[in-house]
T-cell receptor
Framework: DAKTTQPNSMESNEEEPVHLPCNHS???????IHWYRQLPSQGPEYVIH???SNVNNRMASLAIAEDRKSSTLILHRATLRDAAVYYC????????????FGDGTTLTVKP | GAGVSQSPSNKVTEKGKDVELRCDPI?????LYWYRQSLGQGLEFLIY????????KSGLPSDRFSAERTGGSVSTLTIQRTQQEDSAVYLC?????????????FGSGTRLTVV
């Protein structure tokens, strides 16, 4: 399975943008890049996903490098409710059952 | 329903007993997944259903673990002869299609404690 690498932790100030990086140097052409976040005692929540082009939705933006070996999740204005563990995963469209979740990035938002 | 529903939310069982964990996916979602998460760890894949069949059950840790899905809807994960290392949060997710261009919707999980 293609693996992803994320920093263990990041800090941000409230109402400032946050850029969460993810490296996936062994990505294959059929892998989609997905982001999820998990608050304590809850299941992960879908944030955004993409294949090659940058994506925007109401929660966040996803910037994908031209060679697809890295991506960045962008929260435009962090709020205290954005404090969570953020997971970047790859999902293979030819074998979409199994995904490998790493340890993610713990985002702390300071008021 | 509006989301993925899992029951029970908490289960404490004695070592050696069997347990059943239930997942009700979002209505119409054809794909269903089971993951487990040990304390402070990332998610570990267990099994994937497309409809009622399981094309990928490679993550089931041992033959004590089994899962089924009926009517393309509800799924049950059964753990026989539970061991302390089975203690974890068991998470179910569903998605509206079979491919990777669909996001997971997760339930809140079942916290299993084996004493």
């Amino acid at each position: 399975d293609a693996k992803t690498t994320q920093p263990n932790s990041m800090e941000s100030n409230e109402e400032e943008p946050v850029h969460l990086p993810c490296n996936h140097s062994t990505i294959s052409g059929t892998d989609y890049i997905h982001w999820y976040r998990q608050l304590p005692s809850q299941g992960p929540e879908y944030v955004i996903h993409g294949l090659t082009s940058n994506v925007n939705n109401r929660m966040a933006s996803l910037a994908i490098a031209e060679d697809r070996k890295s991506s960045t999740l962008i929260l435009h204005r962090a709020t205290l409710r954005d404090a969570a563990v953020y997971y970047c995963i790859l999902r293979d469209n030819t074998n979409a059952g199994k995904s490998t979740f790493g340890d993610g990035t713990t985002l702390t938002v300071k008021p | 329903g509006a989301g993925v529903s899992q029951s029970p939310s908490n289960k404490v069982t004695e070592k050696g007993k069997d347990v059943e964990l239930r997942c009700d996916p979002i209505s119409g979602h054809t794909a269903l997944y089971w993951y487990r998460q040990s304390l402070g760890q990332g998610l570990e894949f267990l099994i994937y259903f497309q409809g009622n069949s399981a094309p990928d059950k490679s993550g089931l840790p041992s033959d004590r673990f089994s899962a089924e899905r009926t009517g393309g809807s509800v799924s049950t994960l059964t753990i026989q002869r539970t061991q302390q290392e089975d203690s974890a949060v068991y998470l179910c997710a569903s998605s509206s299609g079979p491919g990777a261009d669909y996001g997971y919707t997760f339930g809140s999980g079942t916290r299993l404690t084996v004493v």
